[in-house]
């Protein structure tokens, strides 16, 4: 898993809570990435930020926010308007924006469930 | 294989056999990249390769490349159980995003 850590690891919401899953990493990397994971499913990209300060919405941002305000960290909010939450949250990081052939390096996940 | 549209497949073998599994791919492409998750975790990667190359190893991998069918293959030889994970390519899409298939899951049995 790098140096990327997520936490936690397991985490139960109930409906209508907002949530704030939690991803550092301290290989000095640019770039930032959420995914989400369904079973038997690929990753779907939420959001990303190739600098601080900076993000982007990804392929399924809404019902996601984030916040890029250090470059070692890149929390991702589960609102309420996410219908449909429960999934495993992958966290990933590269090296440089701009970089040729950046390999990203991923997160242990976080594994939400709505009760 | 696995592609955006596509189930995702499941491959059973027996320890010390190869493991083969495809991708395909829409868009034309400076990289491509196949990473391996173990149950539960997070994605690990292990080898890219650039457009203008053909076939690439790493220890027991090796993996091929051909863009006019917009297609590529991981072989795993001599297989260890160790090696029973889940296993999905991935392109670039532009600002150092990366576009995801749905993984092959190999099962090595002892």
């Known amino acids: 898993d790098g140096g990327i850590t997520q936490s936690p690891k397991y985490l139960f919401r109930k409906e209508g809570q907002n949530v704030t899953l939690s991803c550092e990493q301290n290989?000095?990397?640019?770039?930032m990435y959420w995914y989400r994971q369904d079973p038997g499913q690929g990753l779907r990209l939420i959001y990303y930020s190739q600098i601080v300060n900076d993000f982007q919405k990804g392929d399924i941002a809404e019902g996601y926010s984030v916040s890029r305000e250090k470059k070692e960290s890149f929390p991702l909010t589960v609102t309420s308007a996410q219908k449909n939450p429960t999934a495993f949250y992958l966290c990933?990081?590269?090296?440089?924006?701009?970089?040729?052939?950046?390999?990203?390096?991923f997160g242990p996940g976080t594994r939400l469930t709505v009760l | 294989s696995q592609q955006g549209e596509e189930d995702p497949q499941a491959l059973s073998i027996q320890e010390g056999e190869n493991a083969t599994m495809n991708c395909s791919y829409k868009t034309s492409i400076n990289n491509l990249q196949w990473y391996r998750q173990n149950s539960g975790r997070g994605l690990v990667h292990l080898i890219l390769?650039?457009?203008?190359?053909r076939e690439k190893h790493s220890g027991r991998l090796r993996v091929t490349l051909d863009t006019s069918k917009k297609s590529s293959s991981l072989l795993i030889t001599a297989s260890r159980a160790a090696d029973t994970a889940s296993y999905f390519c991935a392109t670039e899409r532009g600002n150092n995003r990366l576009a995801f298939g749905k993984g092959n899951q190999v099962v090595v049995i002892p």
């Open positions: 390769i650039r457009s203008n190359e």
């Open positions: 990933a990081s590269s090296i440089q924006q701009g970089a040729r052939d950046n390999e990203q390096f």
């Open positions: 290989l000095n990397h640019d770039a």
